[in-house]
């Protein structure tokens, strides 16, 4: 088994911009991505903060610049999800389905996982025909799409979604989360609905494989029917595959730098792609220092 010196778990903006680092510096790292390399920034409809874009870039468009990067660098990412991490032997272990393969340095930038609301829970067309992220549903045409949330990610995914097809935002409260130029967006959308204060009972399919959401709003009963139900009510922080022995060992591993973390999977709710892209260059830059210190 090839010993590595770095190895990255998730390939969005954090890992590629920690990865891109590490080869200005001579280390080609293991950059492992289970499902599309870019994240959830393949979900966004426009991404305005990020320096260098005056007129904004969409999600997609700005991970195909990413790709491209990585492409010119001469960094391979490998398709596969890290089932456990563990560290055994003053190295860390990380499995995949097929392969095991080992790192001295570990940095994770894994992001966050959908938080699946109860009412969801059970259904088993889960990417068929609900769904926690987009990028899969930006192809489709004159369908009837219905988002569940009230934040930031909601309101983007809705005007995305919208160009093409009719949205309904359903908010379980009376209070907005996004932010005020998201709502301004959404109010000039032909394309987007908006109900607050709905309280939904039951989601299921019918016998057309339409979702139906049984609800109430303002003491009334009523049914919706739509091609594509998608959650977005909320973020959490994804570290399944971090073993009992390494989550035991974790606060000792970060000390001695040898474990790190960057972008969502450390930031709580702060999910910005410039933080995620500095929070991986710093990580890089630490994880190069520590090397050169300790002669790994």
């Keep these: 088994m090839k010993k590595n010196k770095i190895a ?5 903006p954090a890992g590629i911009a920690a990865a891109l680092q590490l080869k200005r510096q001579g280390i ?4 492992f991505e289970k499902n599309q390399i870019g994240g959830l920034l393949l979900n966004a409809n426009r991404v305005d903060n990020y320096p ?18 990585l492409k010119v660098m001469s960094i391979a990412v490998t398709k596969a999800k890290v089932e456990e991490l563990d560290f055994k032997k003053n190295e860390f272990r990380l499995a995949s389905k097929d392969k ?21 829970s059970a259904i088993p067309e889960w990417n068929k025909k609900v769904f926690s992220e987009i990028w899969s549903l930006r192809g489709k045409q004159n369908k009837k799409i219905a988002i569940i949330g009230a934040g930031d990610a909601a309101f ?9 097809n009719e949205v309904i935002i359903l908010n379980r409260s009376a209070h907005k989360k ?24 039951k989601v299921g399919l019918d016998k057309h494989r339409q979702v139906v959401i049984d609800y109430r709003q303002q003491l009334r009963d009523s049914a919706l029917e739509v091609d594509f ?26 000390q001695s730098g040898l474990l790190y ?14 933080i995620a892209v500095g929070d991986g260059i710093r990580a890089a830059m630490k994880m190069v220092k520590k090397l050169g210190e300790s002669g790994i």
Excluded: H
Excluded at 184 to 195: H, V
């Design 178 to 201: 996004c932010s005020p130029g998201l709502w301004l967006e959404t109010l000039k959308s032909s394309g987007i609905s908006y109900l607050a204060n709905v309280r939904i009972s």
């Design 8 to 12: 990255i778990i998730g390939a969005g």
């Design 229 to 254: 139900l998608v959650a977005a009510c909320g973020r959490r922080m994804q570290l399944d595959c971090l073993s009992k022995n390494l989550s035991r060992l974790r606060g000792q591993l970060e």
């Design 52 to 69: 260098g874009f005056p007129r904004g870039i969409s999600g997609p468009e700005l991970v195909s610049l990413l790709r491209k990067q």
């Design 156 to 164: 983007d995914y809705a005007l995305s979604l919208a160009r093409k």
């Design 261 to 274: 973390f960057a972008g969502d999977v450390a930031n709580g709710s702060f999910r910005q792609v410039g």
């Design 100 to 120: 095991e393969y080992s790192s001295r340095m570990v940095l994770l930038t894994s992001g966050t996982a959908a938080v699946i609301p109860e009412e969801l």
């Design 28 to 31: 080609s790292p293991l950059l």
